[in-house]
């Protein structure tokens, strides 16, 4: 599987959240404590909005994170208020570029840990499923690049948690049409560049770890030490698959068949179903 987070909040340099901390993603790419595989290493990426620009920037490679000197430059140098980082662990497809997270679609931004079961069975009639308009931007051949188009197909740019249900469901019942009992495991964050979503569910109801972390006030209370923590305004808010550290009452799981959005008006939090 893989490893990722966001971060909406105030801008930030990117390096303070993908090499700093105690147990980084840099740091998960070799030693994640919570994965399937405890090395990460089948490529990276980064996605970041900045200024008045629409669409996010996205740097992916097929080398390790660990070792990369360009995601190095790129963190040191890179201030955004809201960031994609991820490192793949491949569950079948090919290791290139265009099989790396994040992916973009205009102002969409998409990553995903977790599988499509027998991908391999599905994966044509899910294709005909994509909005023939939107097929030609589908690059790689990943499950998770096609949950994505399915989801703008299914209405994400008008409801992003509607459509994301939409897709689940879709794949549940393609997979069980090929005879797959638990066809999907998912952590998928999404945004808009403005508001982000993050989901948690698998079939099997038995989903990969997912954290968000306490709100800045309230850990600011707890840790009035920390310097980091004064920096930082009320809104900042980290989705991760695992934590970063391992700062007393910092993070929070995400409970199973849920779904959360932050958004500078406030944080809400949902029941998640797939909708058939």
Same mark, same amino acid.
């Given at each position: ?22 147990? @980084?993603?840099?740091?998960? @790419? ?10 990460? $290493? ?23 994170? !660990?070792? #990369? ?7 040191? +140098? ?22 790396? +997270? ?7 931004? !998409? ?6 079961? #027998? ?11 994509? *909005? ?8 790689? @051949?990943?499950?998770? *690049? ?28 393609? $997979?069980? *049409? ?11 964050? &999404? ?5 982000? !979503? ?14 968000? @972390? ?16 004064? *920096? ?7 989705? &991760?698959?695992? %934590? /970063?550290?391992? /700062?007393?009452?910092? !993070?929070?799981?995400? %409970? ?10 406030? #944080?809400?939090? +949902?029941?998640?179903? %797939?909708?058939?």
């Amino acid at each position: 599987m893989c490893r990722w987070l966001a971060y909406s909040g105030t801008p930030i340099l990117l390096d303070n959240i993908l090499y700093k901390p105690a147990h @980084s993603l840099i740091d998960q @790419s070799l030693h994640a404590k919570m994965g399937v595989e405890t090395t990460n $290493g089948d490529g990276f990426g980064v996605g970041w909005y900045v200024g008045d620009k629409d669409s996010p920037a996205v740097v992916r490679d097929i080398g390790p994170a !660990w070792s #990369d000197r360009n995601l190095r430059e790129i963190a040191g +140098h890179v201030v955004s208020p809201l960031f994609f980082g991820h490192i793949r662990a491949s569950t079948g497809t090919a290791v290139q570029q265009t099989n790396c +997270h994040p992916f973009r679609h205009g102002h969409w931004m !998409w990553m995903h840990n977790g599988a499509i079961e #027998d991908f391999h069975l599905l994966r044509r009639d899910l294709a005909l499923a994509v *909005e023939p308009s939107l097929f030609p931007y589908v690059e790689g @051949s990943t499950d998770s *690049e096609m949950m994505f188009y399915l989801s703008l197909t299914l209405g994400l740019e008008k409801d992003p948690p509607g459509a994301v249900a939409r897709m689940a469901g879709l794949v549940e019942r393609v $997979g069980h *049409e090929h005879g797959v009992e638990f066809p999907l495991q998912m952590t998928v964050a &999404v945004t808009d560049g403005v508001s982000l !979503w993050a989901f948690r569910y698998s079939s099997r109801k038995e989903s990969r770890s997912l954290f968000y @972390s306490t709100r800045v006030e309230t850990l600011r209370s707890l840790h009035p030490d920390v310097a980091f923590l004064q *920096e930082i305004t009320g809104d900042a808010r980290l989705i &991760v698959s695992e %934590p /970063l550290g391992d /700062l007393p009452g910092a !993070w929070n799981a995400v %409970p199973e068949g849920t779904y959360g959005v932050v958004r500078p008006e406030g #944080d809400e939090m +949902h029941t998640f179903t %797939p909708v058939t």
